[in-house]
């Protein structure tokens, strides 16, 4: 099997997080979600777990992750005496500005010998895999993990259970502009060495 190396190349050094104030009002296909999602169970897991569990939100679900959230937040956020109103604001407005919004999660099976990194990791390939589809597509994508991700009390929401993790959220939409962002990084030769002998 053999594929472009000179697309390969050009797809994965373009491939961006682009954030939903980016996003145009126009929704993105189902049928390309669709295809992100089943590229995204193609990643790789060790012992064939296949950890990673997602959750489409779009429509009127935006608003029902909207609510969730910020609320929640506001839960927790006033027990502990540092609720933030702008911060409350801010998870209540931010989903409606992508067309679908997936929750990422991470599924341990019980008895099941991998360690819990190798499931994080194997879920972020995952990930990884929806972001190049994306790219291909040219449609945004950003993964964020803050506001509620963390928390314990989020868990069930997403269908999720206590030794099971939620890693973020997938925010997807199309772009405003046809300019692609461009990107950075510094060279690899700073970040790698080689044992010859």
């Not at 089943?38 to 064939?48: D, G, M």
């Not at 069930?156 to 046809?178: H, I, M, P, R, W």
């Amino acid at each position: 099997m053999k594929f472009s190396i000179e697309e390969t190349n050009k797809l994965l050094r373009n491939r961006r997080s682009i954030y939903p104030a980016m996003y145009s009002e126009v929704p993105v296909d189902d049928a390309i979600i669709k295809e992100m999602l089943e590229n995204a169970n193609w990643a790789p897991t060790h012992k064939l777990t296949e950890p990673w569990r997602f959750v489409v939100f779009k429509g009127e679900g935006l608003k029902k992750l909207a609510t969730f959230q910020s609320e929640l937040y506001k839960e927790l956020a006033t027990k502990a005496s540092n609720f933030d109103a702008s911060k409350f604001e801010k998870l209540a407005t931010k989903p409606l500005l992508a067309s679908h919004i997936i929750a990422i999660g991470m599924k341990r099976e019980p008895n099941v010998l991998v360690p819990e990194i190798e499931e994080i990791s194997a879920v972020a390939c995952a990930v990884q895999n929806m972001y190049l589809t994306a790219t291909a597509h040219g449609i945004g994508c950003y993964w964020g993990s803050g506001g509620i991700t963390y928390k314990e009390e989020a868990k069930s929401f997403f269908g999720l259970g206590a030794e099971d993790k939620l890693l973020g959220f997938l925010y997807v939409g199309n772009l405003k502009t046809d300019k692609w962002p461009a990107g950075k990084r510094g060279p690899i030769e700073e970040k790698v060495s080689w044992v010859e002998s």
